[in-house]
Protein backbone atom coordinates (compact mmCIF):
# COMPACT_ATOMS: atom_id res chain seq x y z
CA UNK A 1 0.00 0.00 0.00
CA UNK A 2 2.48 2.57 0.72
CA UNK A 3 6.16 2.69 0.65
CA UNK A 4 7.75 0.51 3.39
CA UNK A 5 10.16 2.85 5.34
CA UNK A 6 13.80 1.20 5.33
CA UNK A 7 13.26 -0.52 9.13
CA UNK A 8 11.41 -3.79 8.32
CA UNK A 9 7.15 -3.46 7.70
CA UNK A 10 5.83 -2.75 11.37
CA UNK A 11 3.13 -0.80 12.83
CA UNK A 12 4.57 2.65 13.75
CA UNK A 13 4.19 5.06 16.51
CA UNK A 14 5.14 8.70 17.27
CA UNK A 15 7.78 6.67 19.81
CA UNK A 16 9.15 5.73 16.96
CA UNK A 17 10.03 9.36 15.84
CA UNK A 18 12.22 12.12 17.22
CA UNK A 19 10.09 15.69 16.97
CA UNK A 20 11.85 18.90 16.27
CA UNK A 21 10.38 21.89 14.91
CA UNK A 22 7.23 23.11 13.78
CA UNK A 23 7.65 23.60 9.65
CA UNK A 24 3.82 24.80 9.68
CA UNK A 25 0.83 25.12 11.57
CA UNK A 26 -3.11 24.77 10.71
CA UNK A 27 -6.58 25.20 12.68
CA UNK A 28 -6.37 21.48 13.18
CA UNK A 29 -2.84 20.16 12.25
CA UNK A 30 0.55 21.58 13.02
CA UNK A 31 3.29 20.02 10.86
CA UNK A 32 6.40 18.77 12.65
CA UNK A 33 10.28 17.78 11.28
CA UNK A 34 10.98 14.32 12.63
CA UNK A 35 13.70 11.93 12.15
CA UNK A 36 12.86 8.16 12.34
CA UNK A 37 14.70 6.65 15.25
CA UNK A 38 15.74 3.22 12.99
CA UNK A 39 17.08 5.05 9.90
CA UNK A 40 17.64 8.95 10.89
CA UNK A 41 15.80 9.57 7.84
CA UNK A 42 13.95 13.00 8.56
CA UNK A 43 10.49 12.92 7.21
CA UNK A 44 7.48 16.05 8.19
CA UNK A 45 4.74 14.37 10.32
CA UNK A 46 1.60 16.07 9.57
CA UNK A 47 -0.38 15.74 13.43
CA UNK A 48 -4.15 16.12 13.09
CA UNK A 49 -6.01 16.91 16.29
CA UNK A 50 -9.03 14.58 16.59
CA UNK A 51 -11.16 17.15 18.06
CA UNK A 52 -9.77 20.06 16.25
CA UNK A 53 -11.00 18.11 13.14
CA UNK A 54 -14.44 17.69 14.37
CA UNK A 55 -14.63 21.24 15.47
CA UNK A 56 -13.70 22.40 12.24
CA UNK A 57 -16.06 19.99 10.38
CA UNK A 58 -12.68 18.65 8.68
CA UNK A 59 -13.19 14.91 8.62
CA UNK A 60 -13.60 15.50 4.72
CA UNK A 61 -10.28 17.55 4.09
CA UNK A 62 -8.88 14.49 6.27
CA UNK A 63 -9.92 11.74 4.26
CA UNK A 64 -9.61 13.39 0.78
CA UNK A 65 -5.97 13.91 1.65
CA UNK A 66 -5.19 10.56 2.54
CA UNK A 67 -6.92 8.78 -0.37
CA UNK A 68 -5.04 11.19 -2.80
CA UNK A 69 -1.81 11.03 -1.15
CA UNK A 70 -2.44 7.04 -0.99
CA UNK A 71 -3.08 6.71 -4.67
CA UNK A 72 -0.09 9.17 -5.84
CA UNK A 73 2.40 7.06 -3.28
CA UNK A 74 1.01 4.01 -5.06
CA UNK A 75 1.74 5.60 -8.66
CA UNK A 76 4.69 7.13 -8.53
CA UNK A 77 6.29 8.03 -12.12
CA UNK A 78 9.55 8.76 -12.39
CA UNK A 79 9.52 11.06 -14.61
CA UNK A 80 7.60 13.36 -12.49
CA UNK A 81 8.41 12.44 -8.22
CA UNK A 82 7.11 15.97 -7.85
CA UNK A 83 4.38 15.13 -4.94
CA UNK A 84 4.79 14.46 -1.33
CA UNK A 85 5.10 10.73 -0.67
CA UNK A 86 2.64 9.30 2.66
CA UNK A 87 5.14 6.79 4.19
CA UNK A 88 3.02 5.42 6.82
CA UNK A 89 -0.14 6.57 9.43
CA UNK A 90 -0.91 5.70 13.08
CA UNK A 91 -2.60 7.31 15.61
CA UNK A 92 -3.06 7.67 18.68
CA UNK A 93 -6.39 9.00 21.61
CA UNK A 94 -6.26 11.93 20.27
CA UNK A 95 -4.64 12.60 16.88
CA UNK A 96 -3.75 11.13 13.74
CA UNK A 97 -0.17 11.18 12.51
CA UNK A 98 0.65 11.41 8.64
CA UNK A 99 4.81 10.54 7.63
CA UNK A 100 5.56 12.50 4.84
CA UNK A 101 8.49 13.55 2.71
CA UNK A 102 10.47 15.99 4.24
CA UNK A 103 11.08 18.75 1.61
CA UNK A 104 14.11 20.92 3.12
CA UNK A 105 14.19 24.29 1.11
CA UNK A 106 10.44 25.30 2.34
CA UNK A 107 8.39 26.39 -0.28
CA UNK A 108 7.93 28.47 -4.04
CA UNK A 109 6.54 31.61 -2.09
CA UNK A 110 9.37 31.79 0.43
CA UNK A 111 11.60 32.28 -2.24
CA UNK A 112 9.34 34.45 -4.54
CA UNK A 113 8.73 36.82 -1.30
CA UNK A 114 13.38 36.57 -1.19
CA UNK A 115 14.05 37.83 -4.95
CA UNK A 116 10.90 39.11 -5.95
CA UNK A 117 10.17 37.81 -9.67
CA UNK A 118 12.56 34.93 -11.01
CA UNK A 119 14.90 35.33 -13.95
CA UNK A 120 13.27 33.58 -17.26
CA UNK A 121 15.01 30.25 -17.59
CA UNK A 122 13.86 30.21 -13.54
CA UNK A 123 10.47 30.87 -14.79
CA UNK A 124 10.64 27.98 -17.38
CA UNK A 125 11.90 25.65 -15.14
CA UNK A 126 9.74 26.09 -12.53
CA UNK A 127 6.82 26.53 -14.65
CA UNK A 128 7.50 23.11 -16.42
CA UNK A 129 8.34 20.68 -13.62
CA UNK A 130 4.48 22.47 -12.95
CA UNK A 131 3.16 20.90 -15.97
CA UNK A 132 4.69 17.80 -15.65
CA UNK A 133 3.21 17.08 -12.64
CA UNK A 134 0.18 18.44 -13.23
CA UNK A 135 0.13 15.71 -16.73
CA UNK A 136 0.61 12.80 -14.31
CA UNK A 137 -1.62 14.19 -11.08
CA UNK A 138 -4.37 14.67 -13.84
CA UNK A 139 -3.73 11.30 -15.39
CA UNK A 140 -4.67 9.55 -12.67
CA UNK A 141 -8.27 11.36 -12.39
CA UNK A 142 -6.88 13.97 -9.88
CA UNK A 143 -7.20 17.94 -8.97
CA UNK A 144 -5.36 19.12 -6.97
CA UNK A 145 -7.69 22.69 -6.48
CA UNK A 146 -5.61 24.55 -4.10
CA UNK A 147 -2.32 24.90 -6.29
CA UNK A 148 -0.37 28.03 -5.11
CA UNK A 149 3.19 28.65 -4.39
CA UNK A 150 2.57 27.99 -0.79
CA UNK A 151 1.57 24.58 -1.81
CA UNK A 152 5.00 23.84 -4.27
CA UNK A 153 7.67 22.73 -1.90
CA UNK A 154 11.35 22.35 -2.64
CA UNK A 155 13.16 19.49 -2.21
CA UNK A 156 16.84 18.98 -0.79
CA UNK A 157 17.98 19.96 -5.00
CA UNK A 158 15.73 22.12 -5.92
CA UNK A 159 13.14 20.22 -7.54
CA UNK A 160 8.99 20.79 -6.42
CA UNK A 161 7.50 18.63 -4.43
CA UNK A 162 3.98 19.57 -4.66
CA UNK A 163 1.43 19.40 -0.95
CA UNK A 164 -1.70 19.61 0.55
CA UNK A 165 -4.01 17.66 -1.36
CA UNK A 166 -6.93 18.85 0.98
CA UNK A 167 -9.05 20.11 -1.77
CA UNK A 168 -8.06 17.66 -4.01
CA UNK A 169 -10.71 15.88 -6.42
CA UNK A 170 -10.28 12.61 -7.32
CA UNK A 171 -12.43 12.25 -10.34
CA UNK A 172 -14.67 9.23 -10.92
CA UNK A 173 -14.17 7.59 -14.81
CA UNK A 174 -17.66 9.43 -15.81
CA UNK A 175 -16.15 12.76 -14.89
CA UNK A 176 -12.96 11.85 -16.38
CA UNK A 177 -14.27 10.96 -19.82
CA UNK A 178 -16.92 14.39 -19.79
CA UNK A 179 -13.62 16.90 -18.32
CA UNK A 180 -15.16 19.38 -20.11
CA UNK A 181 -18.73 18.65 -18.95
CA UNK A 182 -21.12 19.42 -15.67
CA UNK A 183 -20.09 17.28 -12.60
CA UNK A 184 -21.86 14.48 -11.08
CA UNK A 185 -24.73 15.32 -8.77
CA UNK A 186 -22.83 14.58 -6.37
CA UNK A 187 -20.28 16.98 -6.92
CA UNK A 188 -22.85 20.24 -7.19
CA UNK A 189 -24.46 18.96 -4.31
CA UNK A 190 -20.80 18.73 -2.46
CA UNK A 191 -20.38 22.03 -3.80
CA UNK A 192 -23.50 23.44 -2.68
CA UNK A 193 -22.94 22.22 1.12
CA UNK A 194 -20.04 24.32 1.14
CA UNK A 195 -19.74 27.37 2.99
CA UNK A 196 -16.57 28.67 1.61
CA UNK A 197 -14.65 27.62 -1.66
CA UNK A 198 -12.04 25.42 -2.47
CA UNK A 199 -8.80 27.01 -2.96
CA UNK A 200 -7.37 30.01 -2.22
CA UNK A 201 -8.17 33.34 -3.58
CA UNK A 202 -5.18 35.04 -5.94
CA UNK A 203 -5.50 31.15 -7.99
CA UNK A 204 -8.98 30.18 -7.62
CA UNK A 205 -10.75 29.42 -10.90
CA UNK A 206 -13.85 31.10 -12.10
CA UNK A 207 -15.97 27.80 -12.35
CA UNK A 208 -14.55 27.48 -8.83
CA UNK A 209 -16.57 30.53 -7.58
CA UNK A 210 -19.50 30.08 -9.80
CA UNK A 211 -19.52 26.35 -7.73
CA UNK A 212 -20.42 24.83 -11.28
CA UNK A 213 -17.83 21.89 -12.11
CA UNK A 214 -14.62 20.74 -10.77
CA UNK A 215 -12.58 19.60 -14.12
CA UNK A 216 -8.32 19.21 -14.84
CA UNK A 217 -8.20 23.02 -15.93
CA UNK A 218 -9.03 25.06 -12.64
CA UNK A 219 -5.21 23.41 -11.74
CA UNK A 220 -3.89 25.07 -15.55
CA UNK A 221 -6.11 28.50 -13.77
CA UNK A 222 -3.88 28.44 -11.19
CA UNK A 223 -0.22 27.23 -13.29
CA UNK A 224 -1.18 30.33 -15.38
CA UNK A 225 -1.29 32.36 -12.38
CA UNK A 226 1.70 31.00 -11.29
CA UNK A 227 3.78 31.92 -14.04
CA UNK A 228 2.65 35.10 -14.47
CA UNK A 229 3.94 35.73 -10.63
CA UNK A 230 7.34 34.11 -10.81
CA UNK A 231 7.49 36.40 -14.03
CA UNK A 232 6.28 39.37 -12.46
CA UNK A 233 6.84 38.73 -8.70
CA UNK A 234 3.27 39.55 -7.64
CA UNK A 235 -0.13 37.28 -9.06
CA UNK A 236 -2.14 38.34 -11.34
CA UNK A 237 -4.89 39.28 -9.84
CA UNK A 238 -4.48 41.20 -6.42
CA UNK A 239 -7.25 42.89 -3.92
CA UNK A 240 -7.65 43.98 -0.37
CA UNK A 241 -10.24 41.29 0.28
CA UNK A 242 -10.70 37.65 -1.31
CA UNK A 243 -14.27 39.36 -2.57
CA UNK A 244 -12.19 41.92 -4.36
CA UNK A 245 -9.85 39.50 -5.79
CA UNK A 246 -13.01 36.95 -6.93
CA UNK A 247 -14.66 40.25 -8.65
CA UNK A 248 -11.18 41.02 -10.64
CA UNK A 249 -10.93 37.28 -11.49
CA UNK A 250 -14.43 37.32 -12.69
CA UNK A 251 -13.88 40.01 -14.80
CA UNK A 252 -10.50 38.92 -15.99
CA UNK A 253 -9.30 42.25 -14.55
CA UNK A 254 -5.70 41.86 -14.74
CA UNK A 255 -2.30 43.59 -16.53
CA UNK A 256 0.85 42.77 -17.77
CA UNK A 257 3.86 45.27 -16.43
CA UNK A 258 5.89 46.66 -19.17
CA UNK A 259 9.21 44.09 -19.67
CA UNK A 260 6.93 41.50 -19.24
CA UNK A 261 8.10 39.44 -21.99
CA UNK A 262 6.09 37.90 -24.93
CA UNK A 263 6.54 34.60 -24.89
CA UNK A 264 5.29 34.53 -21.30
CA UNK A 265 2.62 37.38 -21.99
CA UNK A 266 0.90 34.55 -24.36
CA UNK A 267 1.15 31.66 -22.66
CA UNK A 268 -0.45 33.25 -19.68
CA UNK A 269 -3.30 34.66 -21.91
CA UNK A 270 -4.01 31.03 -23.25
CA UNK A 271 -3.90 29.68 -19.64
CA UNK A 272 -6.32 32.94 -17.56
CA UNK A 273 -9.18 31.78 -19.81
CA UNK A 274 -12.59 32.30 -17.81
CA UNK A 275 -14.23 29.37 -19.79
CA UNK A 276 -12.17 25.98 -18.66
CA UNK A 277 -12.59 24.38 -21.38
CA UNK A 278 -11.01 26.95 -23.60
CA UNK A 279 -7.62 27.37 -21.46
CA UNK A 280 -4.32 25.78 -23.17
CA UNK A 281 -3.99 22.15 -22.55
CA UNK A 282 -7.99 21.53 -21.80
CA UNK A 283 -8.63 19.41 -24.73
CA UNK A 284 -5.54 17.62 -24.28
CA UNK A 285 -5.54 13.75 -23.85
CA UNK A 286 -3.27 11.75 -21.69
CA UNK A 287 -0.11 13.95 -21.88
CA UNK A 288 -0.34 18.31 -21.95
CA UNK A 289 1.38 18.21 -25.28
CA UNK A 290 -0.25 22.14 -26.53
CA UNK A 291 1.66 23.14 -23.25
CA UNK A 292 4.50 21.52 -23.77
CA UNK A 293 4.92 22.60 -27.24
CA UNK A 294 4.00 26.34 -26.35
CA UNK A 295 7.03 28.86 -27.07
CA UNK A 296 7.63 29.51 -23.31
CA UNK A 297 8.68 26.15 -22.88
CA UNK A 298 11.16 26.04 -26.07
CA UNK A 299 14.53 23.90 -25.57
CA UNK A 300 13.00 21.90 -22.12
CA UNK A 301 13.04 18.61 -22.12
CA UNK A 302 10.12 17.40 -19.55
CA UNK A 303 11.13 14.24 -19.23
CA UNK A 304 14.24 14.63 -18.02
CA UNK A 305 13.56 18.00 -15.70
CA UNK A 306 13.88 15.87 -12.35
CA UNK A 307 17.54 15.24 -13.43
CA UNK A 308 19.05 17.85 -13.97
CA UNK A 309 20.42 20.80 -11.55
CA UNK A 310 17.76 23.04 -11.67
CA UNK A 311 18.81 26.48 -12.15
CA UNK A 312 19.69 29.03 -9.15
CA UNK A 313 16.75 30.99 -8.06
CA UNK A 314 18.27 34.66 -7.77
N1 LIG B 1 -0.08 21.32 5.38
C1 LIG B 1 0.81 20.40 5.01
O1 LIG B 1 0.43 19.29 4.60
C2 LIG B 1 2.24 20.75 5.10
N2 LIG B 1 2.65 21.93 5.62
N3 LIG B 1 4.00 21.95 5.56
C3 LIG B 1 4.75 23.13 6.02
C4 LIG B 1 4.28 24.36 5.26
C5 LIG B 1 5.08 25.58 5.59
C6 LIG B 1 4.63 26.77 4.77
N4 LIG B 1 4.61 26.49 3.36
C7 LIG B 1 3.88 25.31 3.00
C8 LIG B 1 4.33 24.09 3.78
C9 LIG B 1 4.46 20.80 5.00
C10 LIG B 1 3.35 20.03 4.69
C11 LIG B 1 3.46 18.72 3.97
C12 LIG B 1 4.80 18.09 4.14
C13 LIG B 1 5.95 19.05 4.20
C14 LIG B 1 7.24 18.65 3.84
N5 LIG B 1 8.27 19.48 3.97
C15 LIG B 1 8.07 20.73 4.44
N6 LIG B 1 9.17 21.49 4.53
C16 LIG B 1 9.44 22.71 5.02
C17 LIG B 1 10.82 23.13 5.06
C18 LIG B 1 11.16 24.36 5.52
C19 LIG B 1 10.17 25.32 5.99
C20 LIG B 1 8.77 24.85 5.92
C21 LIG B 1 8.43 23.60 5.45
N7 LIG B 1 6.85 21.19 4.80
C22 LIG B 1 5.78 20.37 4.68
Not at 101 to 107: N, P, S, V
Not at 137 to 160: F, Q
Not at 201 to 220: G, H, K, M
Request: aromatic share 10%.
Amino acid sequence: MTENLEAPPMKRSANDFIFGKVLGEGSFSTVFLAKDVHTSKEFAIKVCQKRHIIREKKQDYVKREKETLLVLSKNVKESAPYFVRLYCTFQDPESLYFVLTYAKKGDLLGYLNKVGSFEDHCSKFYGAEIVQALEHLHCLGIVHRDLKPENILLSESMHIVITDFGSAKILNCVEMDEKNKENSEEDAGELKRKSSFVGTAQYVSPEILNRTRTTPSCDLWALGCIIYQMVAGLPPFRGHSDYAIFQKIMKLEYEYPDGFPDDARDIVTQLLVLEPSERLGAKDIGSYTSVKSHPFFSGLDFEELHKVKPPEIC
